[in-house]
Nanobody, 122 residues
Framework: QVQLVESGGGLVQTGGSLRLSCAAS????????MGWFRQAPGKEREFVAA??????GTSYIDSVKGRFTISGDGVKVDLQMDSLRPEDTAVYYC?????????????????WGQGTQVTVSS
């Protein structure tokens, strides 16, 4: 069982930055593809970014391209969020799936964190 713990959420003004981190208790992320998802009030959970365990591939939803960067070192996975907008406000979840294939659908991930709140004020 992999337990994921997110940190780094908070309140920021439009145009500001936040850095989210995700760590797995008791293990590394070796051989796991990592993803970040978010869920805003009244909306479905949506894919944000993913990184293959080998670091050879990344994927982003169009609305965050050029603003968000996913990175990892095998121990934790970070999501650097710059130029934040009010529409980025959501609970952000870290997720992990076995293997090296990128995935953008939540059903393909095996483990989930509890989420961390990101609020962007206008």
């Amino acid at each position: 069982q992999v337990q994921l713990v997110e940190s780094g959420g908070g309140l920021v003004q439009t145009g500001g930055s936040l850095r989210l981190s995700c760590a797995a208790s008791g293990r590394t992320f070796s051989h796991y593809t990592m993803g970040w998802f978010r869920q805003a009030p009244g909306k479905e959970r949506e894919f944000v970014a993913a990184r293959s365990w080998s670091g050879g591939g990344t994927s982003y939803i169009d609305s965050v391209k050029g603003r968000f960067t996913i990175s990892g070192d095998g121990v934790k996975v970070d999501l650097q969020m710059d130029s934040l907008r009010p529409e980025d406000t959501a609970v952000y979840y870290c997720a992990a799936r076995r293997g090296d294939a990128l995935a953008v659908t939540s059903g393909r991930y095996d483990y989930w964190g509890q989420g961390t709140q990101v609020t962007v004020s206008s």
